[in-house]
């Protein structure tokens, strides 16, 4: 089974729009940790954040914002006023505690983001 | 400080030959992880080294290999090369200060092999 799941493969918004991206994962472990990434067209992932599984706070930095919820294993993450630069593949990923960062991916989701 | 560098940025290969791939972590990371990222299967997870020491290996066939040096730079090879191959091959590095708490990985631009 999949252990992280995007369900949404593309999303297209106007500029200024608010935008939610979807991360549902699966684990055993009861120690683990999530991270979303960028991936603009030049290829290179961007780190943008990091969750450990003890700490649920939900964590805001300018316009993105994150939501992680244990009772549902879903970490989202939202663009507020969405801009033309955000435009970009974003993946959520796992890494469970002791698998010496071995991360597994969801599948992504792009995002456009039009003027 | 300077990026995740991976070199070369492109390559072309034919079937059947080899191929070596390198990596120079960020200053100071002790770990290297290895991704292929190909449109069908998406990002997945190769290798990881530390202290030259490969600690977890993906669902890859042995021909894919790597190796870490004692400066944490890394390489992996792919020998006997098929189409199916063809990706982009990006490698990550964290600081790994403990050996054994996941940390935040940060990627390089990645190497985009084409098999012809």
């Known amino acids: 089974a999949q252990k992280v799941t995007q369900a949404q493969t593309e999303i297209s918004v106007v500029e200024k729009e608010d935008v939610t991206l979807d991360c549902v994962y699966e684990t055993r472990d009861t120690t683990y940790y999530l991270f979303w990434y960028k991936q603009p067209p030049s290829g290179e992932l961007v780190f943008l954040i990091r969750r450990n599984s003890f700490d649920e706070q939900n964590e805001i930095s300018g316009r993105y914002s994150w939501n992680f919820q244990k009772s549902t294993s879903s970490f989202n993450f939202t663009i507020t006023a969405s801009q033309v630069v955000d435009s970009a593949v974003y993946f959520c990923?796992?890494?469970?505690?002791?698998?010496?960062?071995?991360?597994?991916f969801g599948s992504g989701t792009k995002l456009n983001v039009k003027p | 400080k300077a990026g995740v560098t991976q070199t070369p940025r492109y390559l072309i290969k034919t079937r059947g030959q080899q191929v070596t791939l390198s990596c120079s972590p960020i200053s100071g990371h002790r770990s290297v992880s290895w991704y292929q990222q190909t449109p069908g299967q998406g990002l997945q997870f190769l290798f990881e080294y530390f202290s030259e020491t490969q600690r977890n290996k993906g669902n890859f066939p042995g021909r894919f290999s790597g190796r870490q040096f004692s400066n944490s730079r890394s390489e992996m090879n792919v020998s006997t090369l098929e189409l199916g191959d063809s990706a982009l091959y990006l490698c990550?590095?964290?600081?790994?200060?403990?050996?054994?708490?996941?940390?935040?990985?940060?990627f390089g631009p990645g190497t985009r092999l084409t098999v012809l």
């Open positions: 990923a796992l890494s469970e505690a002791g698998n010496f960062n071995k991360f597994y």
């Open positions: 990550a590095s964290s600081l790994a200060l403990s050996g054994t708490v996941t940390d935040t990985q940060y």
